[in-house]
T-cell receptor, first 115, second 114 residues
């Protein structure tokens, strides 16, 4: 079974600075997808970014980028120019490419952006 | 607007009662999911359905039941057999197509057992 580990329960960052959230996962699969979801205080889960394991290039979405290290099974999220609206819980998630019904989530990292 | 709706937002239940949480989507997605979220834990899968009239148990299905009579709807019933039902429940949906795995989530229902 796949497991996802987020080792940082809470983090904080000053507005406009950069922060990196860590995620590691365990799988024997070669083809899979990785996701970062954001859950703000409204509790609405929003997809931030996703990465296909077969792609070597790291995904980027505006201020959000990932550092995908397949051999190390690591998938960190970097938030640049942090904004107050980035304050949220962030969940890392794993999904097998051949079974997207079995998405596994980490326990989450609570990020606070300070003014 | 296309999306996923869940109702009610807050739900209170007395011990021993069954209660049903609603989930509707107008995204024309084939698959739908129910997750439970507890403090300090990630989301855990309760049930999922890939097509109408078919559904599968997730990791924590005991004490829950579902139905999928329509593509748009996937209600979850929390039965009296669920020993600790107080939690936040999230419904999600996705397209059943190879290479597309993103799940879209509803706003959630907070269930509290009194």
């Amino acid at each position: 079974a796949q497991t996802v580990t987020q080792s940082q329960p809470e983090m904080s960052v000053q507005e406009a600075e950069t922060v990196t959230l860590s995620c590691t996962y365990d799988t024997s699969e070669n083809n899979y997808y990785l996701f970062w979801y954001k859950q703000p205080p409204s509790r609405q889960m929003i997809l931030v970014i996703r990465q296909e394991a077969y792609k070597q290039q790291n995904a980027t979405e505006n201020r959000f980028s990932v550092n995908f290290q397949k051999a190390a099974k690591s998938f960190s999220l970097k938030i640049s120019d942090s904004q107050l609206g980035d304050t949220a819980m962030y969940f890392c998630a794993f999904s097998r490419a051949d079974n997207n019904n079995d998405m596994r989530f980490g326990a989450g990292t609570r990020l606070t952006v300070k003014p | 607007d296309g999306g996923i709706t869940q109702s009610p937002k807050y739900l209170f239940r007395k011990e021993g009662q069954n209660v049903t949480l609603s989930c509707e989507q107008n995204l024309n997605h084939d698959a739908m999911y129910w997750y439970r979220q507890d403090p300090g834990q990630g989301l855990r899968l309760i049930y999922y359905s890939q097509i109408v009239n078919d559904f599968q148990k997730g990791d924590i299905a005991e004490g829950y039941s579902v139905s999928r009579e329509k593509k748009e709807s996937f209600p979850l019933t929390v039965t009296s057999a669920q020993k600790n039902p107080t939690a936040f429940y999230l419904c999600a949906s996705s397209i059943e197509r190879t290479g597309v795995n993103e799940q879209f989530f509803g706003p959630g229902t907070r269930l509290t057992v009194l």
